[in-house]
């Protein structure tokens, strides 16, 4: 059963770093695709970032792209999501997920993930 543990999180100046992870506390790594989304106050929660369940294929949001990289270590039964440039516009609670499929094919709503974290906060002051 995989169990999602999200920490990194923090408070950071904008055009600042941050790098987040999340761990599968379960007894074996996720052999699918492993998503981050993220959730501001009042908005829903929207995709950020995924990679295919070897690595191969990443997919990212156009608010995003050439800013964060995931990343995933099966050794370490860890996921990454490097954030560089950070923006106050990226304030939210990152969240880690599951793809529902072996057949990920870049989806990006939320309800074809499971096995939610409970989430680590980013706050970007400008």
């Known amino acids: 059963q995989v169990q999602l543990v999200e920490s990194g999180g923090g408070l950071v100046q904008a055009g600042g770093s941050l790098r987040l992870s999340c761990a599968d506390s379960g007894r074996t790594f996720s052999s699918y695709a492993m998503g981050w989304f993220r959730q501001a106050p009042g908005k829903e929660r929207e995709f950020v970032a995924a990679?295919?369940?070897?690595?191969?294929?990443?997919y990212y949001a156009d608010s995003v792209k050439g800013r964060f990289t995931i990343s995933r270590d099966s050794a370490k039964n860890t996921v990454y999501l490097q954030m560089n440039s950070l923006k106050p516009e990226d304030t939210a609670v990152y969240y880690c997920a599951e793809s529902t499929s072996l057949y990920y094919t870049g989806s990006y709503y939320p309800e074809d993930f499971r096995s939610w974290g409970r989430g680590t906060q980013v706050t970007v002051s400008s």
């Open positions: 990679i295919s369940r070897y690595g191969v294929n990443t």
